[in-house]
């Protein structure tokens, strides 16, 4: 189907929201919005103190800065039209836009995906390989393995978004959704969409099996090296280096295995849709906090930071009243 079919798929569609008729949508805004701005918050806290502070200029915490500019564009894609359409009685979302949200929408999730993998990677070698870390995690290496996590993403986005949208649409243009999800959209189209849900499965697999190996692989020799570690200490320094890694992980991918691997028997609109809203809204906001309070060198920075802010105005006060 080429340009014809596109045209004629180009008319606008209609998101029904997180809850079809909320009895309370002023108090839904309220907790959607106190979210998204703290997860906007954080995320750019956090990408701010590694750029600031030398001690967090390493490739674990260069890393981290990558997952949290993925999460404040993931989180932006979808909660913005979320609350607009909470405030408005026109839900209305164009073909274009729609497009737009899935390939955004598949780009970033593909990249954490592959980020949290390489991010495995990178504890394995600092705790099981610690005096070859410099060479095997070096700068070079570290933007190679971002690069890879993007065009790793973006290749799903350029390859489902332009097949999902060229389906026709007949009848309903109401997607029963919060954002163009493509199961969601799928259902809209009155072509039969078998074949292309059957290998889009097995792609959504093999994009979390691969990363998901990487990870199971490192975790699996980092446990067994600290195993034979004597040192309490080094075992304390190892566990609290990854544990943090390992509860973002497991959030992340608990929501994506269910998302993306359980067949269509387990799945209903309304789970499909607080299934989403966890890892489209609630993970963004949860990973910078995981690694801000679990972690003494990111709240170390941080205390410094508002240290420095906080004698700054100091001065400034003091300076003021010798004036007067």
Not at 104 to 130: K, Q, S
Not at 284 to 307: D, F, H, Q, T, W
């Amino acid at each position: 189907m080429g340009m014809e079919g596109l045209l004629q798929n180009s008319t606008n569609f209609v998101l029904i929201g997180l809850i079809t008729h909320p009895a309370f949508p002023g108090l839904l805004f309220a907790i959607v919005f106190s979210i998204f701005v703290v997860a906007i918050t954080a995320n750019v806290v956090m990408i701010l103190l590694i750029h600031v502070d030398s001690r967090l200029h390493t490739p674990m915490y260069f890393l981290l800065s990558q997952l949290s500019i993925m999460d404040t564009i993931y989180i932006c894609i979808t909660v913005p039209k979320m609350l607009q359409d909470l405030l408005s009685k026109d839900k209305t979302i164009s073909f274009l836009g729609c497009a737009l949200q899935i390939f955004l929408y598949l780009t970033l999730i593909g990249g954490e995906f592959f980020l949290l993998g390489l991010m495995a990677y990178d504890r394995y070698v600092a705790v099981c390989n610690p005096l070859r870390y410099p060479l095997l995690m070096n700068r070079r290496v570290c933007l190679f393995v971002v690069l890879g996590s993007w065009v790793g993403g973006s290749l799903d986005g350029f390859v489902l978004t332009p097949v999902t949208m060229s389906f026709p649409f007949c009848s309903s243009r109401e997607i029963n959704h919060f954002f163009c999800e493509i199961p969601a959209v799928l259902k809209l189209s009155c072509a039969d969409t078998s074949l292309y849900e059957t290998l889009m499965y097995a792609c959504c697999v093999l994009m979390l099996l691969l990363p998901l190996s990487v990870i199971s692989v490192s975790y699996t020799r980092i446990l067994l090296t600290v195993h034979r570690m004597n040192s309490a200490e080094g075992r304390r320094k190892a566990f609290a280096t990854c544990s943090s890694h390992v509860m973002v992980v497991s959030i992340f991918y608990g929501a994506a295995f269910y998302t993306n691997v359980l067949p269509h028997s387990y799945h209903t609109p309304e789970k499909d849709k607080v299934v989403s809203a966890f890892y489209t809204i609630l993970t963004p906001m949860l990973n910078p906090l995981i690694y801000s309070v679990r972690n003494k060198e990111v709240a170390a920075a941080l205390r410094k930071v508002l240290g420095r802010c906080g004698s700054s105005q100091g001065i400034r006060v003091g300076t003021v009243i010798r004036k007067d």
